[in-house]
T-cell receptor, first 112, second 112 residues
């Protein structure tokens, strides 16, 4: 069974631009979560989706948004990029919300 | 709000020896899950072991076991017969009624 797939693996953007990251969950998994990982803040929760509905949202500004499609694939979007948005963005999927999460390799976003 | 504390930023262990990583958490919930995740330099987060709070028996997965002390809100990870491939960041995580909350991590180095 294929794991969680995140694309792209690396991304370089400049301040003020916007970016869209993609996550394909494990087949059959209906819950997708997103996390931001930085050396200073560690792992911080961004969003959680189940069956196309956002169930939880972390403490991030409105520039961060996401969605989940009917096939459970998810995207997150960051608008008006800032230097502080440089991070590893991890996506995780699980069968249901209370089940163990399986992570992808992440997207490394660098802002110049 | 739930918090997870890992008091050991870095640890090292000789190959074939045993090492214990500490984790404490704070919650007012009675039903929850605890996890240990491993993140090697390849950066993919891998689930090592999980514990349901309602289970008194400590979880075990091959060389990995936990010491779950619910009253003390402690959840330590013991790695037996350490191998070079165990070198990684280890994150303790809590899941109750809120999304997954991670500790800051412990960097474990296994020395030949």
């Amino acid at each position: 069974k294929a794991g969680v797939t995140q694309t792209p693996r690396y991304l370089i953007k400049t301040r003020g631009q916007q970016v869209t990251l993609s996550c394909s969950p494990i087949s059959g998994h209906r819950s997708v979560s997103w996390y931001q990982q930085t050396p200073g803040q560690g792992l911080q929760f961004l969003f959680e989706y189940f069956s196309e509905t956002q169930r939880n949202k972390g403490n991030f500004p409105g520039r961060f948004s996401g969605r989940q499609f009917s096939n459970s694939r998810s995207e997150m979007n960051v608008s008006t990029l800032e230097l502080g948005d440089s991070a590893l963005y991890l996506c995780a999927s699980s069968l249901y919300i209370d089940q163990p999460q399986h992570f992808g390799d992440g997207t490394r976003l660098s802002i110049l | 709000a739930q918090t997870v504390t890992q008091s050991q930023p870095e640890m090292s262990v000789q190959e074939a020896e045993t090492v214990t990583l500490s984790c404490t958490y704070d919650t007012s919930e009675s039903n929850y899950y605890l996890f240990w995740y491993k993140q090697p330099p390849s950066r993919q987060m891998i689930l090592v072991i999980r514990q349901e709070a309602y289970k008194q028996q400590n979880a075990t997965e091959n060389r990995f076991s936990v010491n779950f002390q619910k009253a003390a809100k402690s959840f330590s990870l013991k790695i037996s017969d350490s191998q070079l491939g165990d070198t990684a960041m280890y994150f303790c995580a809590f899941r109750g009624n809120t999304p997954l909350v991670f500790g800051k991590g412990t960097r474990l180095s296994v020395i030949a």
